[in-house]
């Protein structure tokens, strides 16, 4: 017996977008201000936001649209492959960045995520630019810039960090406004450029 679901037009974008903008501030900030001044309490307290708020969320995110596409098939819409990885893989990267903050380890070996959040970045932005979806393009644009940054913090240029903070948070300021612009969208039939 088979069982068909009726596509879904409430993929959990927003979910995911408010994660990553939440875990930006609060990263951005302490990266291009310093403040809060880092310390052992501070650390923890990043960590365990990292973990619980962009990590939880986007992952939550990722698989719900996994799911959907491949189980229920409740999404159709091809460039919603690209949002299930991203989600996903940016939700464990953010688990492993609040642990690793919260314990205190060793940031040096965040040169090889760099490089390889930086190629996911890239493929994010070629899919959604390819499908004119450039609000959700930029998104990816960020997230390189931020990668980029993050590579060359990791091989020992201290500027790189308040680089980094600033492209967290004007990605975040972007990722709010998608969040705003996803929920208005599908809630209130808006039509803002999502």
Not at 83 to 112: M, Q, S
Not at 138 to 163: D, H, I, N, T
Request: charged share 15%; with cysteine; hydrophobic share 55%.
């Amino acid at each position: 017996m088979d069982v068909m679901f009726e596509p879904s037009v409430y993929p959990p974008l927003a979910l995911g977008f408010f994660g990553l903008a939440t875990g930006y501030l609060i990263w951005g900030s302490q990266e291009l201000f310093g403040w809060p001044k880092r310390d052992e309490k501070v650390d923890r307290a990043m960590g365990v936001w990292g973990i619980w708020l962009p990590g939880l969320c986007q992952l939550l995110a990722g698989v719900i649209l996994f799911v959907g596409l491949t189980w229920f098939e409740v999404f159709k819409e091809p460039p919603l492959y690209m949002a299930a990885l991203a989600f996903t893989a940016y939700g464990i990267h953010w688990f492993a960045l609040g642990w690793d903050r919260y314990r205190g380890n060793d940031a040096r070996v965040n040169a090889g995520v760099g490089v390889a959040y930086m190629v996911l970045s890239a493929l994010g932005a070629t899919v959604f630019f390819a499908v004119d979806d450039w609000p959700v393009g930029l998104v990816f644009v960020g997230l390189f810039a931020v990668y980029l940054s993050k590579f060359v913090m990791s091989v020992g240029v201290p500027v790189a960090e308040r680089v980094m903070g600033l492209f967290r948070l004007l990605t975040a300021a972007w990722l709010l406004y998608l969040t705003f612009a996803v929920v208005v969208d599908f809630t209130l039939s808006y039509d803002w450029p999502t």
